[in-house]
């Protein structure tokens, strides 16, 4: 079994359809998305319409939560941005995707199991992301540790954990989003860079493993859509993996 993970796009379609070209030479079985499909100042009708019209199976992120839960005084500006570019029945479609999708072995969620808000493998220490402790990741896994795979997004950070019980947990970093541009203590992490990213997970023989991708495509051109549309943070961010 090979399965290719995506996660967190964040309406950048050039870094989305450079994965998904990428994928169709990797021989996989299935794609899966752990969510925030849109919620960026570049294309997120576009990316919502590739994204609909392949059916990707996909679990839902904070950002395709607030598309119907926040009102536009509680969105990041980003996502309101997004969220105005799509139709309301688009909205609920986003709304609707499961919090979690189960596969035997393997549990998919957007954070952690129970919270799409929550990083499962970092946490902010002074200011920066750092790894969360054993105590802590173990906690946010809770019964779901007895899992062989759970795939997590969210911190847009590509990992690959053994965490308790020997569960394997990965995360595919971000398509199309490698920083925080919204967030201001972004500015102090640690050195990113401007790849799309994704991961291929693997069985075989029982055993399971991961290749971790982190892919060149046409950044600039993104970079330069978020500079047009007004959005000189997200091109920095998008252009050289750093928030200023």
């Known amino acids: 079994m090979r399965l290719a993970v995506i996660s967190d796009i ?17 021989g996989v ?7 925030d499909w849109i919620a960026g100042p570049l294309w997120p009708r576009e990316t919502f319409d590739l994204l609909a019209d392949l059916q990707i199976r996909s ?14 005084d509680q969105m990041p500006p980003a996502g309101r941005f997004a ?12 709304h609707a995707l499961p919090e979690t999708i189960d596969m035997g072995d393997i549990l998919a969620c957007h954070g952690t199991p129970t919270d799409d808000m929550q990083n499962l493998l970092e946490e902010l220490l002074e200011g920066r992301t750092a790894p969360a402790s054993r105590e ?10 007895a899992r062989k795979v759970i795939l997590c997004g969210h911190s847009h950070r590509q990992a690959t954990v053994t965490g308790p019980g020997g569960v ?3 995360n595919p970093g971000s398509v199309g989003c490698p920083a925080f541009a919204d967030v201001p203590a972004a500015a102090g992490w640690e050195y990113r860079s401007p790849h799309a990213r994704y991961a291929i997970l693997t069985e075989r023989n029982g055993r399971w493993g991961a290749e971790m991708i982190a892919l060149e495509y046409d950044w600039n051109a993104a970079a330069q859509q ?10 920095t961010m998008l252009a050289t993996g750093a928030v200023s």
């Open 136 to 145: 802590a990741v173990a906690t946010r896994l809770g019964p779901e540790a």
């Open 226 to 235: 978020a500079a047009t549309l007004g959005w000189p943070k997200w091109a």
């Open 168 to 170: 394997l947990i990965l």
């Open 59 to 72: 679990v839902r992120g904070n950002h395709d939560r607030w598309a119907i839960d926040r009102p536009d």
């Open 83 to 94: 969220r105005n570019a799509i139709t309301p029945a688009q909205c609920e479609i986003l």
């Open 29 to 35: 079985d299935d794609i899966i998305n752990l969510g």
């Open 10 to 26: 964040h309406g950048n379609l050039l870094a989305l359809e450079a994965v998904l070209q990428d994928i169709t030479t990797r």
